[in-house]
């Protein structure tokens, strides 16, 4: 059984341009929620999507956008790159069905802005 | 979501058992207590989870006392491979969705 799947595993961009990551939850999981993760800091909630909705949100900015299809594979968007946008993205997902579910996480997608 | 507090770091000796405890004076009543384990480049691996006494499993142990206004995350005889950052997170999925707020977790040292 496939564990939570990311891509592509690295990124190089500069700033001004538009980036597209993808993730696959692991089996029989139908959430998904993307953190940002900078260098020596704990991950970031960036929003979380559940039934091809966004069902919670954290402090980003409109310029991080995510899309859940019926698959329950999910994509983060982020137009306009800033050099702070340098990042490990990662994906987690959850069976979303219950109380206090665990999330397990992905590799992640290492993001540079250049 | 209730804000949690952790020690920035700790060292260890391999073999040893290290208990790292963390704070969240704030717990509400439906919030439950998770631990995650971190490797440089990878994404956070879930560890043990409770809602309160006491929790075991194969890699650790999780001691939530009454007033569930802190816990503690016990790992028996580490070796150098439990180098890594340990979060502490609490909250519940019945508000529309499980919003996870990291701190900025524990770096664990185990040394030779």
């Known amino acids: 059984d496939a564990g939570v799947t990311q891509s592509p595993t690295h990124l190089i961009k500069t700033r001004g341009q538009q980036v597209t990551l993808r993730c696959s939850p692991k089996s029989g999981h139908d959430t998904v929620s993307w953190y940002q993760q900078a260098l020596g800091q704990g991950p970031q909630f960036i929003f979380q999507?559940?039934?091809?909705?966004?069902?919670q949100r954290g402090n980003f900015p409109d310029r991080f956008s995510g899309h859940q299809f019926p698959n329950y594979s999910s994509e983060l968007n982020v137009n306009a790159l800033l050099l702070g946008d340098s990042a490990l993205y990662l994906c987690?997902?959850?069976?979303?069905?219950?109380?206090?579910?665990?999330?397990?996480f992905g590799p992640g997608t290492r993001l540079t802005v250049l | 979501l209730a804000k949690t507090t952790q020690p920035i770091s700790m060292d260890s000796y391999e073999g040893q058992e290290v208990n790292i405890t963390c704070s969240h004076n704030n717990i509400a009543t439906n919030d439950y207590i998770t631990w995650y384990q971190q490797f440089p480049s990878q994404g956070p691996r879930f560890i043990i989870q409770g809602y309160k006494t006491k929790v075991t499993n194969e890699v650790a142990s999780l001691f939530i006392p009454a007033d569930r206004k802190s816990s503690t995350l016990s790992l028996p005889r580490v070796s150098l491979s439990d180098t890594a950052v340990y979060y502490c997170l609490v909250g519940d999925w019945e508000t529309g969705g499980f919003k996870t707020i990291f701190g900025a977790g524990t770096r664990l040292f185990v040394k030779a």
């Open positions: 987690a997902s959850s069976p979303g069905t219950g109380r206090a579910d665990t999330q397990y």
């Open positions: 999507y559940y039934e091809e909705e966004e069902r």
